[in-house]
């Protein structure tokens, strides 16, 4: 087995958890439904697998300095800072060219910051999985999760189910894959679901360094031209001029719309280790657990005569009399009220927050 290094992708804003995640301190350095950030628990996961030596923080200048605080034994080095959000293709480019700069053909395990993770056993066992194929076929692997239930939030990956004369690796859950489908409407989540041969795209990624770099030559080759000239400037003093330099020049675009949907040696492994993006308030309340009335709450919540409501009162005392269905989010400088099944929405006020200039509450 090659070298084995990690890139977490820590950039985001997290902003459908507004008001608790703000873009200094995101959704991935909160604590949600367990203890410790979801960044530390990420980081925590991998550990059997990878040396901290070999893991990489992507983040941005805003975040950068809570990184630091968080995971104080990481070399400073290893903290690689984008000069601007431009999606996920550039993210892992960078990281890509720093790795293959200390190992052409290192192995890359890409994981998002902020992700929950139930059984960490089972995912390892996945993440092995997904290594081997991508050694052995040298091919880009994706982690596609068992869907259950017709979600719509989620992209979707068709497997190519193939016999095991085909397909050696089918005993161990990894499959071709057949196609990418965007976010779906219930009625199409619902046939996919039925059909047995989708899984859910959870954005995670097992390649080597070169394999994914070669594939952004052919498939975003505006990128990789960018890649070149940042990887050669590494450990120069002309690194971060050239790096602000290749991403003013570089599209917004993600690894899955630029590189996995255009790509021929394509895998998935299949995991059911109790995941979840906690991609919205809706999400957290799926998992939490429930009193007699349905009520999920933190802090000092009062609520009489209500049913089927999370409340999250932080540090104040919030009162709720005969309110039903209802997402509660209080904060020091901000009060979140929201029906349940539409904190999807939550994104649109963080966007007038901005509009309106409004960026103490940002």
Not at 14 to 39: D, H, N, V
Not at 207 to 225: G, M, N
Not at 265 to 292: C, H, I, P, Q
């Amino acid at each position: 087995m090659p070298n084995i290094f990690a890139v977490i992708m820590a950039g985001g804003v997290g902003s459908r958890f507004w008001p608790r995640s703000r873009e200094r301190t995101p959704k991935q350095f909160l604590e949600i439904l367990s203890s410790g950030t979801l960044l530390e628990n990420t980081l925590g996961r991998i550990e059997p697998l990878v040396e901290k030596i070999n893991t990489f923080i992507v983040t941005n200048k805003t975040q950068f300095e809570s990184v630091i605080k968080l995971v104080p034994f990481l070399p400073k080095e290893n903290i690689l800072v984008e000069p601007f959000g431009r999606n996920t293709a550039p993210c892992i480019g960078l990281a890509a060219s720093w790795i293959h700069r200390l190992d052409p053909d290192g192995l890359m395990i890409v994981l998002p910051s902020d992700h929950l993770v139930q059984n960490p056993e089972e995912f390892n066992r996945v993440l092995n999985t997904a290594m081997k194929v991508a050694v052995e076929k040298d091919a880009l692997v994706t982690i596609g999760i068992k869907p259950s239930h017709p979600e719509t939030g989620y992209g979707y990956i068709q497997i190519e189910d193939e016999d095991h004369d085909r397909n050696p690796y089918r005993s161990e859950g990894a499959y071709p894959v057949k196609t990418f489908a965007e976010k779906p409407n219930l009625e199409t989540a619902e046939r996919f679901l039925e059909s047995g041969d989708f899984v859910w795209n959870s954005g995670m990624f097992v390649w080597k360094a070169s394999t994914i770099l070669k594939e952004i030559e052919v498939h975003v080759p505006d990128l990789h031209e960018q890649l070149q000239a940042v990887q050669a400037s590494i450990g120069t003093p002309a690194y971060k001029q050239t790096l602000e330099q290749a991403y003013g020049l570089t599209r917004n675009i993600s690894i899955d719309y630029g590189v996995m949907e255009k790509a021929g040696n394509v895998y998935v492994v299949k995991g059911d280790f109790g995941w979840s993006d906690v991609g919205s308030w809706d999400e957290v309340v799926r998992m939490t657990a429930r009193d007699a009335d349905g009520n999920s709450t933190r802090g000092k919540a009062i609520l009489r005569g209500s049913t089927n409501n999370y409340v999250d009162a932080g540090n104040k005392i919030v009162a709720a009399i005969g309110v039903d269905d209802l997402i509660i989010i209080q904060t020091d400088d901000a009060v979140l009220v929201c029906k349940k099944g539409k904190s999807q929405e939550v994104k649109e006020i963080v966007d007038f927050i901005r509009r309106k200039q409004m960026n103490d509450y940002l």
